[in-house]
């Protein structure tokens, strides 16, 4: 007889059971679901930052052979409300302008990419050719690039209805600043600038619509929230909930953050096949994806820390100036992230005494998009960059300045408000300091530097958030924060589990299963897992912020626990004894009574009586084997910790440096499955390094971008990045069933302040400091002859 | 020139009869001249394991096959130009129940997330084995350098690489030959 924990799944490294259609090519994308009748869309984008629409003349292109329809922005506002409806914007207090947004510019155009005509043909070719007929008069206005000019009180408005360019202003905090600062031996006060950048995925944005007048609509769409997205399209294009069935396909290839807003396109698209009648698909090519998704960051901090003479940080005082773009991207309007970003700048550090001014300013480029480590990447490296600065002012050994500051006990509050459910991080960051074998490094350092190289070490810290509440996150983005998921078991005894959720290659047909089989003690084979279909699932928040590990899991978990009372009392009742519930192993797809088990049924015939012979169920118990949960834990959030550490060679001549090690020692509660964990910290920092040493959305001072294909936007490949090493301190969290938190959301944040601290120790001179982003030679080299 | 300008010329009409052997199956099919090699696999053929994921620019790496032996970008590529051309592509390389080593490698050592960039990489591994059985770390990372993974970070990939090798290398020489026939 096989025993329980023979049958474990959860914490093994299994392979996972998405792949095999994977890797025969029959993943099922956006782009592969074409339906009969197709057409196709492609849009027409200002070439201008900031233009009025002076006239525009779709004549060629309508008479353009193949095209089926040329549509401009009034027409489509007129089908629709402006489409920040109310249960998408976000309730963070503070003082917020809205933006009224409409799928297509209709007299003024704010950035370079604002969606104005839509072309839509028999074949995407066509669309293609009639694009380049369509004809545009601007009328150019000044543009505004910078963020400091645009919050000048004189500066032009780019919403003109606005008071200002600011889109939101708020304060964050709590505790007696003054005093701290008062008390402060030493102040570090400097301007940090974390640049734009962010997680542009392999796969870009694509929906396919269908329409028709029984029905309603059918939306295909790589949505990381199609629940959301539901609720949103009908409520903006006036259409009965019922009419309104969004799809996110079987397969999504990535999307990290990106993926989660309402776009524009979205509704356009929506609308497009409610007025033709016929499907229409829009796949965004590459060029697009660069100038509208995937921007994130971009943050200036007016950081100010008050220190003891012993490292202890006693108050923070910081100005945060985010670059929203143009604001009009639905759910976040740019300012969602910068506003975590600041919740959570104080990072793994206790903080009593916190001061943050955040102002999140329009500009004349496209909307930030969330993307992984959501609003934190510049956060994390103005944080703990400037604790090395501090280490370095008073000449005290960075270790112990981290230490020193690190959450010990747990739960947590910030000053901010966040909540840090538990964990062991200076456990996590002491581990760390032995692999990098710091007192080593240092050693060798200097023998290097005898030898004219330059070796230097750095670490930081990474509490990424692990789901959110509904506390928080009802106030957050106006939606709930529960996970939720559906248990079935079948006639055939087997068990589907559906999520309403909708991953993007997190694998969650290998993880949740993992768990599921666990519960009821069945082969993980007997599991399949349907997702992504609102009409199907669920409802839930999507796949984001972590929450799958922490929340979706759960759910499917306490899913599994409501029908294990019923499957007992069925049991107890079919083998005749008296028992409470409670008193059953399931295992090996049977259901074992502890006193004697020799008293066994198994699930099957369980599934059999349930469903199909109710006759035998016992009295007055109804039929069917299902349970639907929700999943909240008892606590206002969870975080889960991941210290990264680097040593790396600089040349000085150049500014170039080579990571030699890079390690990250990452606790994620207990790991469902510890090897898709670390894929998703090997994915997280290698996007971090990218983000911290290739990637830059760079704009001219017209506003127009220049890294609009992949090489100018350099995505790191293989020969770019370093080995990863992943060490495990897992603390299981007691907040959730299983003790499992999730993985992956944040782990790009600690990258920049661990390179810059590794640089900084390596150079070792004083006055030398790397304040903005990205660190690349040629950054590095101007800071090395800057301070000459 | 302006990004948004890039212009395809209106207008360029025209088909042409091509014959091609895709994995092992010849296909004869009349298509427009200007038609991307890429899209004539994935919209004529309904071999949509080849992936595009960005405009033609031969960067990303996601549409790459092997054609006549080579590694080729399939966005490149017009569709006119392979005429004649024997092409593997992902859904050539194993069955499900006979997986390519290859794709065992990837499977076993979590080689991909979201799989989008993984048919593209597994037809650049393809040829790196054909003449390398034995890459060093560096020599692997070298050889993937034209085939952009968003989600893994590379590092399981070297391992899916390295476990296919081995794979490999512990097999008869005509076994070993016939993984490779492209
Ligand atoms: S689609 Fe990117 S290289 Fe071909
Ligand atoms: S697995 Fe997603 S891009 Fe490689």
Request: aromatic share 8%; glycine share 8%.
């Amino acid at each position: 007889m096989t025993t329980v924990s023979e049958t474990k799944w959860v914490g093994r490294a299994i392979r996972r059971r998405e792949d095999p259609r994977l890797l025969a090519g029959k993943g099922k994308y956006i782009g592969d679901i074409t339906l009969p009748g197709t057409t196709y869309v492609h849009l027409v984008r200002s070439t201008h930052a900031h233009a009025r629409i002076r006239n525009i003349d779709t004549t060629k292109a309508e008479n353009y052979p193949g095209v089926v329809a040329v549509v401009t922005g009034e027409e489509v506002a007129a089908a629709m409300k402006p489409m920040l409806v109310p249960s998408i914007i976000p309730r963070l207090g503070g003082e917020l302008q809205i933006p009224t947004v409409y799928p297509l510019a209709i007299d003024k155009v704010l950035w370079v990419g604002d969606p104005i005509v839509a072309i839509i043909a028999e074949n995407k070719y066509i669309a293609e050719d009639a694009a380049q007929l369509v004809e545009i008069e601007y009328e150019p206005l000044p543009v505004l690039e910078d963020p400091e000019e645009a919050l000048k009180s004189d500066s032009p408005k780019i919403h003109e209805d606005w008071k200002s360019n600011v889109l939101w202003h708020g304060e964050l905090g709590d505790g007696d600043v003054e005093k701290a600062f008062r008390e402060a031996d030493y102040i570090l006060s400097e301007r940090f600038y974390g640049h734009r950048t962010g997680c542009a995925p392999l796969e870009t944005r694509g929906a396919v619509a269908s329409y028709d007048d029984f029905t309603g609509l059918t939306l295909y769409i790589n949505s990381q929230r199609p629940h959301i997205l539901r609720m949103a399209l009908s409520q903006i294009l006036n259409i009965p909930h019922d009419k309104v069935r969004v799809i996110a396909p079987k397969d999504v290839g990535g999307a990290f953050g990106t993926k989660a807003p309402i776009y524009r396109e979205d509704l356009l698209i929506c609308y497009l096949a409610m007025k033709l009648k016929r499907p229409v698909k829009w796949i965004e090519n590459r060029m697009e994806s660069l100038m509208t998704i995937g921007q994130e960051r971009d943050q200036i901090h007016y950081l100010e820390l008050a220190v003891r003479k012993d490292g202890k940080i006693l108050g923070l005082r910081d100005r945060i100036i985010a670059d929203v773009g143009d604001g009009r991207t639905g759910v976040y309007l740019g300012f969602v992230m910068p506003w975590l970003g600041a919740a959570y700048l104080t990072n793994a550090f206790d903080i009593p005494n916190v001061h943050i001014d955040l102002s999140c300013v329009v500009t004349n480029k496209p909307c930030l998009s969330p993307s992984r480590a959501f609003g934190e990447f510049p956060a994390r490296f103005a944080m703990d960059y400037a604790l090395h600065l501090v280490a370095r002012e008073l000449n005290l050994d960075p270790r112990d300045v981290f230490e020193k500051n690190i959450i010990k006990k747990f739960p947590y509050v910030t000053a901010t408000g966040i909540t840090h459910d538990s964990g062991d991080y200076v456990g996590a960051f002491k581990t760390l300091l032995e692999a990098l074998d710091y007192d080593r490094v240092k050693q060798e350092q200097k023998e290097a530097r005898k030898n004219g190289r330059l070796i230097g070490v750095g670490f930081a810290m990474g509490a990424e958030m692990s789901g959110i509440g509904s506390q928080v996150f009802v106030a957050m983005e106006n939606q709930p924060g529960y996970g939720s998921a559906t248990v079935k078991i079948d006639t055939h005894g087997m068990v589907q589990v559906l999520e309403g959720d909708s991953p993007q290659g997190q694998g969650h047909e290998t993880t949740i299963a993992q768990a599921v089989a666990d519960e009821l003690g069945v082969n993980i084979d007997d599991i399949y897992i349907s997702y992504g279909d609102t009409f199907a699932t669920p409802f839930a928040s999507g796949t984001l912020g972590n929450r799958g590990a922490s929340y979706t899991v759960s759910a499917a978990v306490l899913a599994c626990r409501k029908l294990k009372t019923k499957i007992q009392k069925i049991a107890a009742y079919l083998l005749g004894i008296e028992s409470d519930s409670e008193e059953f192993i399931f295992a090996n797809r049977e259901v074992i009574w502890k006193k004697d088990n020799s008293k066994r049924v198994s699930l099957d015939d369980i599934a059999d009586v349930a469903i199909m012979a109710p006759t035998k169920l016992p009295p007055g118990m109804e039929a069917g084997l299902e349970a639907t949960a929700y999943f909240e834990a008892n606590i206002a959030s969870m975080l889960s910790i991941g210290v990264h550490g680097a040593v790396v060679e600089v040349n000085p001549k150049t500014g170039d440096y080579k990571i030699l090690r890079y390690v990250v020692v990452d606790d994620c509660g207990v790991p469902i499955n510890p090897m898709l964990v670390r894929g998703q910290v090997h994915g997280g920092v290698v996007m971090g390094i990218g983000n911290t040493r290739y990637e830059k959305y760079i704009y001219d001072e017209a506003g127009q971008p220049l890294c609009t294909t992949l090489m100018e936007y350099h995505m790191p490949s293989a020969a770019d990045v370093p080995d990863i090493e992943v060490i495990e301190y897992n603390v299981p969290t007691p907040y959730t069933p299983l003790g499992t938190k999730g993985k992956g959301e944040g782990v790009p944040g600690p990258v920049p302040a661990t390179l810059a601290s590794a640089i900084t120790d390596a150079i070792d001179r004083p006055g030398f400091k790397l304040l903005n982003l990205p660190l690349t030679p040629e950054s590095i080299w101007r800071a090395l002859n800057e301070d000459k | 020139m302006h990004p948004l300008q890039d212009v395809q010329k209106p207008g360029v009409e025209g088909t042409k009869t091509i014959q091609v052997r895709v994995n092992g199956q010849i296909y004869k099919r009349e298509v427009p001249i200007r038609m991307l090699l890429v899209d004539f696999l994935r919209e004529e053929l309904g071999l949509t394991g080849t992936h595009v994921g960005c405009s033609v620019e031969g960067r990303c790496g996601a549409c790459t096959i092997v054609l006549n032996g080579n590694n080729v970008k399939s966005c490149l590529l017009l569709a006119v130009q392979a005429d004649g051309a024997d092409i593997l592509t992902v859904e050539g390389l194993g069955e499900p129940d006979n997986l390519h080593p290859i794709q065992e490698g990837f499977w076993e050592k979590h080689g991909l997330q979201c799989g989008y960039c993984t048919p593209g990489m597994m037809m650049s591994v393809y040829n790196l084995l054909k003449v390398n059985p034995h890459p060093s770390v560096a020599e692997i990372r070298e050889a993937l350098v034209g085939n952009i993974c968003r989600c893994t970070g590379y590092e399981h990939i070297i391992e899916a690489v390295q476990y296919a090798a081995d794979r490999i290398a512990a097999m008869p020489k005509e076994e070993r030959d016939k993984l490779f026939s492209y």
